[in-house]
């Protein structure tokens, strides 16, 4: 049963520090999707990678975030430096075209203090 | 710029009774797609439901349901004699061009 997989799951960080997160997408899917998660925002999305060419990454703070495809089975979302406002839970999702169904993965819960 | 409003923050029903969450969308492109999700206590999101905009047919799964409604920028799902297994957040999502646009969720509890 294949699933798109991330890690850390959990992260807690001081502010300023650098937090990495990394997603391996599902073998064969050729889009990639980060989102982040907040009670206030609810789901955004911030990244969107089509056969590891980035798309479109209007949703993320270009200042402090950045999102890369190194190979096919790797994605990462990269914050630094990390603030408070920064907390909330980040998602990745493939799929095989961008207009169907995206798998999410289980998230990454990070906390910055 | 498109949006997805799901009016319902929370709803709560007793077993067995149906359930309607609504779902309206706002895009100026013709061509989109609807998708419904579902978050349970776990956290992970689960998907449900693709439906392109030029497929109006209503789709039944079980005992879930979706009326897909042009006319009125709606997508509303319906499940039938919930269970407590069903209680989640179930969000309602619009893609197009490169963009993915989730309504706030709307939290459903199914007592027993």
């Known amino acids: 049963d294949a699933r798109v997989t991330q890690t850390p799951r959990h992260k807690v960080t001081e502010m300023g520090q650098e937090v990495t997160m990394r997603c391996q997408p599902i073998?064969?899917?050729?889009?990639v999707f980060w989102y982040r998660q907040t009670m206030m925002q609810g789901l955004e999305l911030l990244a969107y990678f089509r056969n590891r060419a980035p798309l479109d990454d209007s949703g993320m703070p270009k200042d402090r975030f950045s999102a890369e495809m190194p190979d096919a089975t790797l994605a990462t979302l990269k914050i630094q430096p990390s603030e408070p406002r920064d907390s909330a839970v980040y998602f990745c999702?493939?799929?095989?075209?961008?207009?169907?169904?995206?798998?999410f993965g289980p998230g990454t819960r990070l906390t910055v203090l | 710029a498109q949006k997805v409003t799901q009016a319902q923050t929370e709803i709560s029903v007793v077993e067995k009774e149906d359930v309607t969450l609504d779902c309206v969308y706002e895009t100026r492109d013709t061509t989109y797609y609807l998708f419904w999700y579902k978050q349970p206590p776990s956290g992970e999101l689960v998907f449900l439901i693709r439906?392109?905009?030029?497929?109006?047919q209503n789709e039944i799964s079980g005992r879930y349901s979706w009326n897909f409604q042009k006319s009125t920028s709606s997508f509303n799902f319906t499940i039938t004699a919930s269970q407590v297994v069903d209680s989640a957040v179930y969000f309602c999502?619009?893609?197009?061009?490169?963009?993915?646009?989730f309504g706030a969720g709307t939290r459903l509890t199914v007592k027993p």
């Open positions: 073998l064969g899917h050729n889009t």
């Open positions: 999702a493939s799929g095989r075209d961008q207009n169907n169904e995206q798998f």
């Open positions: 999502a619009l893609y197009n061009n490169n963009d993915m646009r």
């Open positions: 439906r392109n905009s030029f497929d109006e």
